[in-house]
T-cell receptor, first 114, second 112 residues
Framework: DSGVTQTPKHLITATGQRVTLRCSPRSGDLSVYWYQQSLDQGLQFLIQYYNGEERAKGNILERFSAQQFPDLHSELNLSSLELGDSALYFC?????????????FGPGTRLTVL | DAKTTQPPSMDCAEGRAANLPCNHSTISGNEYVYWYRQIHSQGPQYIIHGLKNNETNEMASLIITEDRKSSTLILPHATLRDTAVYYCIVRRRRDRDDKIIFGKGTRLHILP
């Protein structure tokens, strides 16, 4: 158990819908990262927040958005869902931003778009 | 594009040392080498990281060449539970624009 929690574990929805994925970082961690893992694309970095501020952006679609709240939990919002958005979504946290500290990953949310 | 190159798969006998190579020939002086592993569809698990020197922890050892263009992750006594996909990544030290790139990793099979 990494200490990072993600809800829900599974989510099934239809094309065109909007969903929100939630992540609670480890106690004391200020940085949160979101990743998407689909079968054909591997693990793709989406976005990073540090203490509420966006710090890095990866291959995140415009239909997706995220934020980190004052209590440091984060949400990833996915809208106008397409079949290709079906994937595992992981959240990770670390104490600081920057590449000199390790990330701890949550168990993931499996999103299925029908 | 991934900044690291790893063999797609490797086999190792149970109880032997597993040596997983990684090429990162374009690494810059302020980039760390990290290793993670992913068992089935679980969240990736941090293993070890280093900048210049070799590192060891309770899970593994990391050997970085002097020119820093490649590294090797060593699992000293592999068990069946070490069967996983192992990812080698490089990360900038800076705390902004740290766009982390995971490649396809190495699928390690531990053979009984």
């Amino acid at each position: 158990d990494s200490g990072v929690t993600q809800t829900p574990k599974h989510l099934i929805t239809a094309t065109g819908q909007r969903v929100t994925l939630r992540c609670s970082p480890r106690s004391g961690d200020l940085s949160v990262y979101w990743y998407q893992q689909s079968l054909d694309q591997g693990l793709q970095f989406l976005i990073q927040y540090y203490n509420g501020e966006e710090r890095a952006k990866g291959n995140i679609l415009e239909r997706f958005s995220a934020q980190q709240f004052p209590d440091l939990h984060s949400e990833l919002n996915l809208s106008s869902l397409e079949l290709g958005d079906s994937a595992l979504y992981f959240c990770a946290s670390s104490v600081r931003a920057g590449g000199d500290n390790e990330q701890f990953f949550g168990p993931g949310t499996r999103l299925t778009v029908l | 594009d991934a900044k690291t190159t790893q063999p797609p798969s490797m086999d190792c006998a149970e109880g032997r040392a597993a040596n997983l190579p990684c090429n990162h020939s374009t690494i810059s002086g302020n980039e760390y080498v990290y290793w993670y592993r992913q068992i089935h569809s679980q969240g990736p698990q941090y293993i070890i990281h280093g900048l210049k020197n070799n590192e060891t922890n309770e899970m593994a050892s990391l050997i970085i060449t002097e020119d820093r263009k490649s590294s090797t992750l060593i699992l000293p006594h592999a068990t069946l539970r070490d069967t996983a996909v192992y990812y080698c990544i490089v990360r900038r030290r800076r705390d902004r624009d740290d766009k982390i790139i995971f490649g396809k990793g190495t699928r390690l099979h531990i053979l009984p």
